[in-house]
Protein backbone atom coordinates (compact mmCIF):
# COMPACT_ATOMS: atom_id res chain seq x y z
CA UNK A 1 0.00 0.00 0.00
CA UNK A 2 3.05 2.17 0.92
CA UNK A 3 4.26 1.89 -2.31
CA UNK A 4 1.23 2.53 -4.44
CA UNK A 5 0.64 5.34 -2.40
CA UNK A 6 4.26 6.54 -2.92
CA UNK A 7 3.67 6.32 -6.96
CA UNK A 8 -0.22 7.27 -7.08
CA UNK A 9 -0.07 10.53 -4.89
CA UNK A 10 -1.65 9.12 -2.13
CA UNK A 11 -4.89 7.79 -3.60
CA UNK A 12 -5.28 4.76 -1.79
CA UNK A 13 -7.02 3.25 1.40
CA UNK A 14 -8.73 0.20 2.66
CA UNK A 15 -12.19 0.07 2.91
CA UNK A 16 -12.77 -3.08 4.95
CA UNK A 17 -15.90 -5.27 4.74
CA UNK A 18 -18.46 -4.04 2.21
CA UNK A 19 -21.62 -5.41 1.88
CA UNK A 20 -22.48 -6.89 -1.75
CA UNK A 21 -25.13 -4.18 -2.76
CA UNK A 22 -21.94 -1.55 -1.70
CA UNK A 23 -19.69 -3.68 -3.72
CA UNK A 24 -22.01 -3.37 -7.17
CA UNK A 25 -22.67 0.20 -6.10
CA UNK A 26 -18.47 0.34 -6.71
CA UNK A 27 -18.33 -1.39 -9.69
CA UNK A 28 -20.57 0.99 -11.20
CA UNK A 29 -18.79 3.52 -10.31
CA UNK A 30 -15.61 2.22 -10.70
CA UNK A 31 -13.13 1.83 -14.08
CA UNK A 32 -10.87 -0.63 -12.34
CA UNK A 33 -10.43 -2.93 -9.37
CA UNK A 34 -7.18 -3.91 -7.54
CA UNK A 35 -7.22 -7.77 -7.04
CA UNK A 36 -4.17 -8.65 -4.98
CA UNK A 37 -5.17 -12.03 -3.63
CA UNK A 38 -2.58 -14.32 -2.21
CA UNK A 39 -4.83 -17.25 -1.75
CA UNK A 40 -5.37 -20.12 -4.62
CA UNK A 41 -9.17 -19.74 -4.67
CA UNK A 42 -11.13 -21.83 -7.71
CA UNK A 43 -13.54 -19.00 -8.88
CA UNK A 44 -13.07 -15.81 -7.58
CA UNK A 45 -16.17 -13.41 -7.53
CA UNK A 46 -14.82 -10.09 -7.21
CA UNK A 47 -13.29 -10.69 -10.99
CA UNK A 48 -16.33 -12.07 -12.38
CA UNK A 49 -18.51 -9.44 -10.78
CA UNK A 50 -15.97 -6.85 -11.49
CA UNK A 51 -16.44 -7.88 -15.71
CA UNK A 52 -19.98 -8.26 -15.31
CA UNK A 53 -20.44 -5.13 -14.10
CA UNK A 54 -17.89 -4.02 -16.66
CA UNK A 55 -15.24 -3.04 -14.19
CA UNK A 56 -11.44 -3.67 -15.42
CA UNK A 57 -9.72 -6.18 -12.61
CA UNK A 58 -5.70 -6.09 -12.13
CA UNK A 59 -5.38 -9.15 -10.18
CA UNK A 60 -2.57 -11.24 -9.27
CA UNK A 61 -1.68 -14.50 -11.63
CA UNK A 62 -3.32 -16.86 -8.62
CA UNK A 63 -5.23 -19.58 -8.59
CA UNK A 64 -8.44 -19.40 -11.05
CA UNK A 65 -7.98 -15.63 -11.89
CA UNK A 66 -6.37 -16.83 -14.99
CA UNK A 67 -8.44 -19.38 -16.57
CA UNK A 68 -11.73 -16.44 -15.55
CA UNK A 69 -10.23 -13.55 -17.49
CA UNK A 70 -8.84 -15.97 -20.34
CA UNK A 71 -8.92 -14.34 -23.70
CA UNK A 72 -10.03 -11.08 -22.45
CA UNK A 73 -8.22 -7.53 -21.96
CA UNK A 74 -8.07 -8.62 -18.33
CA UNK A 75 -5.56 -11.27 -19.27
CA UNK A 76 -3.50 -8.17 -19.88
CA UNK A 77 -3.55 -6.98 -16.80
CA UNK A 78 -2.77 -9.96 -14.26
CA UNK A 79 0.63 -9.81 -12.31
CA UNK A 80 2.76 -11.67 -10.30
CA UNK A 81 1.97 -11.84 -6.11
CA UNK A 82 3.99 -9.71 -4.76
CA UNK A 83 5.25 -7.75 -7.58
CA UNK A 84 4.52 -4.44 -7.22
CA UNK A 85 6.36 -2.81 -9.62
CA UNK A 86 4.29 -5.36 -12.01
CA UNK A 87 0.91 -4.11 -10.41
CA UNK A 88 2.74 -0.08 -10.77
CA UNK A 89 2.86 -1.01 -14.53
CA UNK A 90 -0.86 -2.64 -15.42
CA UNK A 91 -2.06 0.48 -13.37
CA UNK A 92 -0.15 3.21 -15.51
CA UNK A 93 -1.65 1.38 -18.82
CA UNK A 94 -4.30 1.91 -17.63
CA UNK A 95 -4.17 5.45 -16.56
CA UNK A 96 -2.58 6.18 -20.01
CA UNK A 97 -5.66 4.74 -21.65
CA UNK A 98 -8.44 7.24 -22.86
CA UNK A 99 -12.03 7.49 -21.59
CA UNK A 100 -13.12 5.92 -25.17
CA UNK A 101 -10.83 2.78 -24.73
CA UNK A 102 -11.63 2.29 -21.14
CA UNK A 103 -15.67 2.51 -22.33
CA UNK A 104 -14.31 -0.54 -24.98
CA UNK A 105 -12.62 -2.49 -22.95
CA UNK A 106 -15.36 -2.27 -19.97
CA UNK A 107 -18.02 -3.02 -22.56
CA UNK A 108 -15.88 -6.05 -24.20
CA UNK A 109 -15.10 -7.40 -20.68
CA UNK A 110 -19.06 -7.43 -20.11
CA UNK A 111 -19.94 -9.26 -22.95
CA UNK A 112 -17.19 -11.94 -22.41
CA UNK A 113 -18.39 -12.69 -18.68
CA UNK A 114 -22.59 -12.22 -20.46
CA UNK A 115 -21.19 -14.72 -22.77
CA UNK A 116 -19.50 -17.32 -20.74
CA UNK A 117 -21.61 -17.76 -18.25
CA UNK A 118 -24.86 -17.92 -19.99
CA UNK A 119 -26.72 -20.47 -18.80
CA UNK A 120 -27.15 -22.16 -22.26
CA UNK A 121 -23.74 -21.60 -22.69
CA UNK A 122 -23.25 -23.34 -19.33
CA UNK A 123 -25.68 -26.38 -20.23
CA UNK A 124 -24.49 -26.80 -23.46
CA UNK A 125 -21.07 -27.35 -21.99
CA UNK A 126 -21.70 -29.28 -18.94
CA UNK A 127 -23.92 -31.72 -21.57
CA UNK A 128 -20.21 -31.91 -23.84
CA UNK A 129 -18.44 -32.83 -20.91
CA UNK A 130 -20.82 -35.58 -19.46
CA UNK A 131 -21.89 -37.01 -23.03
Same mark, same amino acid.
Not at 4 to 19: A, C, E, Q, V
Not at 58 to 87: H, K, P
Given at each position: ?????????????????????? #??? $???? /?? %?????? +?? &????????????? #??? $???? /?? %?????? +?? &?????????????????????????????? &????????????????????????????????
Amino acid at each position: MRKLNDTFRKTFGLLGRLSHED #MLK $LYSR /SY %VVLVPS +IC &EELLLYVVMEAMA #MGT $LPIA /SR %VGGISE +IV &EGTYAEDMLFEVDNVEELVERMESVLAMSR &EQIKDVSFSLREAMLKRFDPETIKRDLMRVFS
